[in-house]
């Protein structure tokens, strides 16, 4: 079992950055593949950015590429997102998650409880 924790969500205004940050905890992060979600209010989940465990590559949503940066540190277990020149359309609870078999928007194995982002213009 892996047990995800993110946090560094918070309210801020557009323009700013904030760093979201994933720790793990029960199995080393190094061989799952890391992700983050993301869900506005009546809307779906939505998958935000991805890393490989075994290439490093990385993947975004087309609508924060350039803004946002996914990073892992695996002697840390922790995973980051940061994002720069936040929008009020990135308001979200953000959730981390983790798969060892599938990557992007498939991934689903292993979910943290979330942390509420809030942009406002």
């Known amino acids: 079992q892996v047990q995800l924790v993110e946090s560094g969500g918070g309210s801020v205004q557009a323009g700013d950055s904030l760093r979201l940050s994933c720790s793990a905890s029960g199995r080393t992060l190094s061989t799952y593949n890391m992700g983050w979600f993301r869900q506005a209010p009546g809307k779906a989940r939505e998958f935000v950015a991805a890393i490989s465990s075994s290439t490093g590559s990385r993947s975004y949503v087309s609508s924060v590429k350039g803004r946002f940066t996914i990073s892992r540190d695996n002697a840390k277990n922790t995973v980051s997102l940061q994002m720069n020149s936040l929008k009020p359309e990135d308001t979200a609870v953000y959730y981390c998650?983790?798969?060892?078999?599938?990557?992007?928007?498939?991934?689903?194995?292993?979910w943290g409880q979330g942390t509420q982002v809030t942009v406002s213009s």
């Open positions: 998650a983790a798969d060892q078999r599938r990557l992007g928007s498939q991934m689903r194995e292993y």
